[in-house]
T-cell receptor
Framework: DTGVSQNPRHKITKRGQNVTFRCDPI?????LYWYRQTLGQGPEFLTY????????KSRLLSDRFSAERPKGSFSTLEIQRTEQGDSAMYLC?????????????FGQGTRLTVV | AQSVSQHNHHVILSEAASLELGCNYS??????LFWYVQYPGQHLQLLLK??????LVKGIKGFEAEFIKSKFSFNLRKPSVQWSDTAEYFC??????????FGAGTTVTVRA
């Protein structure tokens, strides 16, 4: 499968613990996005990378959240000191360069439950 | 900031019925418009997209959407639904940048 891959698929953690998620984009895509989706809502933009550069962070991304894409390939999203409000589906997407007329391809997401 | 409204939260219909899902966005200018579908247990998949040109866009699985610029709308249609169309449908808009703004989604349940 050459689509966007996310690991783990599910994560249950205790409040206060740190968690890290991984995203492997489609190999030739140099744009990578993280979104968060809560129940009954559409995905909300969190952050965006072009190659290894993080170009934008949403104000939804508090200081407890950090994302990296060290070599311009896979990306990690870390949440420190998790809170119950962090429970959500975390989605990764990637797209190719080519101006505005490109589409994003999504992974299956990592479902985080903070207990 | 762009906001996207989907008119229906949940739609229930019988097989062979026609489907129309409304989508309106708030901010004009140059827009790219998308409908994504999420089948149970699966990831978001692109149904169709509009970048420019003919405002009537045809997508996969018999879906189509019409971009009406004056109404800031991009409604999704299918003339005859099947049980396999049961899914959640999301409208998304991209302005002159790279990030998508999504609507809250519409759950479509097709009864056999």
């Amino acid at each position: 499968d050459t689509g966007v891959s996310q690991n783990p698929r599910h994560k249950i953690t205790k409040r206060g613990q740190n968690v890290t998620f991984r995203c492997d984009p489609i190999s030739e895509h140099n744009r990578l996005y993280w979104y968060r989706q809560t129940l009954g809502q559409g995905p909300e933009f969190l952050t965006y990378f072009q190659n290894e550069a993080q170009l934008e962070k949403s104000r939804l991304l508090s200081d407890r959240f950090s994302a990296e894409r060290p070599k311009g390939s896979f990306s990690t999203l870390e949440i420190q000191r998790t809170e119950q409000g962090d429970s959500a589906m975390y989605l990764c997407a990637s797209s190719a360069t080519g101006g505005q007329n490109t589409e994003a391809f999504f992974g299956q997401g990592t479902r985080l439950t903070v207990v | 900031a762009q906001s996207v409204s989907q008119h229906n939260h949940h739609v229930i219909l019988s097989e062979a019925a026609s489907l129309e899902l409304g989508c309106n966005y708030s901010y004009g200018g140059t827009v790219n418009l998308f409908w994504y579908v999420q089948y149970p247990g699966q990831h978001l998949q692109l149904l169709l997209k509009y970048f420019s040109g003919d405002p009537l866009v045809k997508g996969i699985k018999g879906f189509e959407a019409e971009f009406i610029k004056s109404k800031f709308s991009f409604n999704l249609r299918k003339p005859s639904v099947q049980w396999s169309d049961t899914a959640e449908y999301f409208c998304a808009v991209k302005n002159n940048d790279y990030k998508l703004s999504f609507g809250a989604g519409t759950t479509v349940t097709v009864r056999a």
